[in-house]
């Protein structure tokens, strides 16, 4: 029974700094939230609705969610949550699904050491958690989901994001999505650890050792559909793909991101309008670092190194811009620029890349 109050002296403190800090940000209200709680099943808690106290906590993190009305917090501790069963929204199952009213935020006490949603992938197949309207998802090590794309626009075996929402603080690890629908509608799915559709944040999250088979696209995050994304201070690692790690679509911000040793290509953008990729690091990457199919926006400040093709590669980078940007030691060229060439600003691209490939154009 300690094990389940580990930490909770303080959550007095964390609760204030998160409700007059984060929420503001987020256009919350403070006031108007209701805090509701929930324990590891087996806890000795006797669930009672709504769950407003550690005494009466909810043992599954949806049920918890489904009492939310908007600007809820629901405060998870410690302990691995298991997918035994799926709720559904739009068409979609997951093992959480946020949605039920506007602004939810899902937080762990202690953070993703210590606290595990476990979609249970074999016993079960569906991801771990759906995200829509402004839903936040925050600390937690998310694994073992899965998702068949056996209709158009899935994927996510770990987090799919619909429209609006925000995945901040987590590990995202050992999830998956496969294809077995037929090879001219794969642009529609993919993000074996997060899919963003129409939208959505990822914030200071580490994503690693995930997949996307069959066609699938995309072993780290995938996004795509109208709408405006970001990805920011986070890792991605060893994820596995026969294309990419990580794929764009419209409007984007990459930023202060590593896309480290992942089967694949580090970063696609294709097409990508109007997007940035800020103080990012491409290294190791079974193919190029960086590529750009076509669209129009910045690469700056980056470092591309020891990847298995070039360190970038454009296509049809309509005015844009490559600045202040090194390439070194990759397999293929430092630099291939295709059709309409970007401007090229303090390039850095030294002669360790192979002999004769420091930049083709």
């Given amino acids: 029974m300690h094990r389940m109050w580990q930490g909770l002296w303080w959550k007095g403190f964390l609760r204030l700094s998160y409700l007059w800090v984060c929420l503001p940000s987020l256009g919350i209200v403070a006031a108007s939230a209701t805090e509701r709680y929930v324990v590891p099943a087996g806890s000795g808690v006797t669930p009672s609705p709504p769950y407003t106290s550690w005494t009466d906590a909810a043992t599954n993190i949806q049920d918890a969610v489904n009492a939310c009305s908007a600007n809820d917090v629901v405060w998870v501790t410690n302990g691995t949550y298991y997918g035994w069963s799926h709720s559904a929204y739009a068409g979609y199952t997951s093992m959480v699904s946020v ?3 506007s602004n ?6 202690n953070g993703p050491e210590v606290t595990v949603v476990n979609a249970n ?16 998802v925050s600390g937690f090590t998310i694994t073992n989901g899965r998702v068949k794309d056996l209709a158009l626009n899935t994927g996510g075996g770990g987090v799919l994001i619909n429209g609006s929402g925000r995945v901040t603080n987590c590990w995202i690890t050992g999830n998956s999505t496969t294809n077995d629908m037929p090879i001219d509608i794969n642009s529609s799915n993919g993000g074996g650890g997060v899919r963003c559709k129409g939208g959505g944040e ?14 699938s696209l995309a072993a780290a995050v995938y996004a795509n559909g109208a709408g405006n994304y970001t990805i920011r201070d986070c890792v991605l690692s060893n994820n596995n793909s026969s294309g990419y790690a990580v794929y764009t679509v ?24 109007d997007f940035s990729v800020d103080d990012c690091q491409m290294i190791g990457n079974s193919n190029e670092g960086c590529y750009v199919s076509r669209g129009i926006g910045v690469v700056r400040n980056c470092q591309m190194s020891n990847n298995g093709g070039s360190g970038i590669q454009t296509t049809s980078m309509d ?5 202040n940007c090194m390439s070194a030691n990759n ?12 401007n090229l600003l303090g390039l850095i691209i030294p002669k360790e890349n192979p002999p004769g490939k420091s930049h083709n154009n």
């Fill in 202 to 215: 990822v914030f200071n999250c580490r994503i690693y050792a995930n997949s996307s088979t069959g066609g």
């Fill in 104 to 109: 939810i935020t899902v937080q762990s006490v």
């Fill in 250 to 273: 419209t409007t984007v911000s990459v930023a202060n991101c590593a896309f480290i040793n992942n089967s694949a290509k580090g970063l696609v953008m294709w097409p990508a309008l």
């Fill in 331 to 342: 397999g293929g060229y430092g630099i291939v620029t295709g059709n309409n060439k970007p």
């Fill in 319 to 323: 005015s844009g811009i490559i600045s």
């Fill in 99 to 101: 949605f039920k009213a």
């Fill in 121 to 136: 992938y074999p016993y079960f197949t569906n991801r771990c958690f759906l995200l829509t309207s402004n839903a936040v």
